[in-house]
């Protein structure tokens, strides 16, 4: 066989960008390019369905913080996989997805799995609304060009996926190597956008004559890998920090200058402190409807009576939900390089504000003991604090943590501490079940030394069980504890509460996950009592192979002090919100 191969000749590509897994599916489609991969130095990560691919990608990607690769067939592979792309995109994940597509000659004659009911050959423009850009390869010779300027723009700006879309024949077509040789004399190290000594001494004179500014920071931070950055200069002027629910653990849960997250569930003294603050200083966020509490002034943000300065690498975000007195367009790692330069040359001795650190002390001393019974009861099913309580107890500190929709995603938010940033990957914009568990599995990949942990709700892990043929096949030592209440419990927790019915919301007939981990070949337990569960914790981190762990749980709501518009649009004027169901 030629080496001369497009197929052939992508995979040197890849493996000369540093790329070492490739997450996904077969098709007839694909296995001309992924035959070949066989004799590279590239992981092909074999999965029953696109989706587990999709998310497996995301994860990886958020731990190695460089684009990872999504292989996938036509047609029903490429739709399967569209809901962990659209979740990647959503948060800002930088992914190139190759998908293979109908032979090039076959163009207008509909031939096996097109999607063709509105237009021939236009399978790519699925993925559009959601892809940074999405390519259709109309020429072989166009391969090398593409690929290059695909993850240029995955990675840069706001990141994010990129679709390419090869019709089969194309992977077995020749071309001349040097097309590709070429491609590679480009720069992998683009130089960032930054901000000028000027708008930087602005910035910190208006904090600086404050009286009380907050920081606010978003998922934005992690991505450009700028939390030591930040912490450096919150720590100079004793600027407190909130967050978004993407931004959980920008900043240190331990530090004495973290206030927390803001939003629904964010608690009251949070959210009075973003409210009532002078000047708010945000940092990588789209001021999500969550985190703002619907953006009611009464709650969350008052702003433009708060003023905003707001920086972003995505200019569409300044000023999309709140008007900014300052906005700057700038990778927040090189900006806040600057700003702490200018900070120390201006301020060289820092600032203290002992009062809003005493203030913090005391309201998360306050807060952990409001909730020390529910962590410390012996109820079964479990407490959900309880389960948060016990993992807090056993894993290490920088574990990575996953979690899916529901309880596991909002009371960790709200309740569990994230020591490093980076360290907990969410769902946030799209807010997919069924990302938790197989995000996890891309984690553990790129951090093999780490302890990964998947949170997860028997309905999240149930969207996709298949994961664990993955797991047991290429001995993948996650953790997953699925916080098992037999519902959708989220949704039936708002279901009872306005209209008095769980229907359906609640199983009828809860699945045996520990006894289906089995039946795929990795270790399944089944939590009996509530003293059985950390122990079983403690033996799966000994074990270090894939361990799921079935953990019943007491359907509680988790408690909210922020708001959320769906209740006036549920209940009209009753400030009703979840209730436990039973």
């Known amino acids: 066989m030629s080496k001369n191969l497009v197929s052939n000749l992508l995979i040197d590509y890849l493996e000369d960008r540093g790329v070492e897994h490739i997450f996904g599916l077969c098709g007839h489609t694909n296995i001309a390019f992924l035959s070949q991969v066989e004799e590279s130095s590239i992981n092909f990560v074999n999965v029953r369905h696109e989706q587990i691919s999709a998310h497996m990608a995301d994860g990886y990607a958020r731990v190695t913080k460089k684009a990872s690769v999504l292989l996938s067939h036509l047609g029903p592979g490429l739709t399967n996989a569209a809901t962990g792309v659209a979740n990647a995109a959503l948060d800002s994940i930088p992914m190139v ?12 004659k509909h031939p096996h799995q097109e999607v063709n009911l509105h237009s021939d050959a236009a399978q790519f423009e699925i993925y559009r609304p959601f892809v940074k850009r999405a390519w259709r390869v109309d020429r072989p010779d166009l391969m090398p060009e593409i690929i290059e300027k695909a993850f240029q723009l995955a990675e840069t700006g706001r990141p ?4 390419i879309s090869v019709p089969m024949d194309i992977f077995s077509k020749e071309i001349d190597p040097a097309l590709f040789d070429r491609v590679k004399q480009h720069t992998r190290s683009i ?20 009286n009380n500014p907050v920081i606010y920071a978003g998922g934005g931070v992690m991505l450009a890998d700028a939390a030591e950055e930040l912490r450096e200069f919150n720590e100079h002027f004793d600027i407190p920090v909130a967050h978004s629910l993407m931004g959980k653990g920008v900043v240190s849960d331990d530090s004495d200058l973290t206030l927390g997250m803001t939003g629904f569930w964010g608690t009251k003294f949070i959210n009075e402190k973003t409210r009532t603050a002078d000047t708010i200083f945000a940092l990588g966020t789209q001021f999500a409807e969550a985190d703002s509490s619907s953006w009611e002034s009464e709650y969350t943000f008052d702003i433009p009576n ?53 203030e913090i002390a005391e ?25 948060l309580a016990d993992v807090e107890a056993v894993i290490p500190k920088d574990a990575y943590i996953t979690t899916d929709v529901g309880w596991n995603k909002n009371g960790v938010g709200q309740q569990f501490p994230v020591y490093q940033a980076g360290r907990i990957l969410t769902p946030g914009g799209f807010a ?19 302890v990964v942990v998947s949170l997860v709700g028997d309905g999240g892990f149930g969207q996709n069980p298949a994961l664990l043929a993955t797991a047991a096949e290429e001995n993948i030592p996650v953790i997953w504890i699925i916080m098992n209440n037999s519902a959708f419990g989220t949704i039936a927790g708002l279901q009872k509460a306005h209209f008095d019915t769980t229907y359906g919301t609640v199983f009828k007939k809860s699945a045996d ?28 981190i000994r074990l270090n192979k894939p361990v799921v ?3 019943p749980m007491i359907n509680n709501p988790v408690p909210t002090d922020g708001h959320w518009n769906i209740m006036d649009i549920y209940s009209p004027g009753k400030e009703v919100h979840h209730v436990s169901v039973n």
């Open 97 to 108: 997805v190759i998908a293979g597509d109908i032979p090039s000659h076959y163009y207008g």
């Open 549 to 551: 762990i079935d953990v």
């Open 513 to 540: 996950f520990a006894a289906i981990a089995q039946a795929y070949g990795v270790e399944g337990i089944k939590v009996n009592t509530a003293d059985e569960f950390k122990p079983a914790l403690e033996k799966a």
């Open 432 to 450: 997919t079940m069924g990302f938790g568990a197989p995000a996890a599995m891309g984690a553990k990949i790129a951090s093999p030394d780490s």
């Open 160 to 163: 994010g996926p990129v679709l």
């Open 306 to 358: 708060t003023k905003l300065i707001h920086i972003d690498i995505n200019a569409e975000e300044i000023g999309r939900n709140y008007p900014a007195e300052i906005g700057v367009i700038a990778d927040l790692k090189e900006a806040l390089t600057v700003l702490n330069r200018v900070a120390k040359e201006l301020y060289p001795m820092g600032i203290s504000n002992e009062r809003i650190k005493k």
């Open 191 to 210: 130089t960032k956008p930054s901000m000028s000594e000027v708008k930087a001494k602005e910035i910190i004179e208006k904090l600086v004559n404050s």
């Open 363 to 387: 309201n998360r001393k306050a807060f952990r003991s409001s909730n020390e019974e529910l962590r410390k009861d012996n109820s079964f099913p479990l407490m959900p604090q309880r389960i």
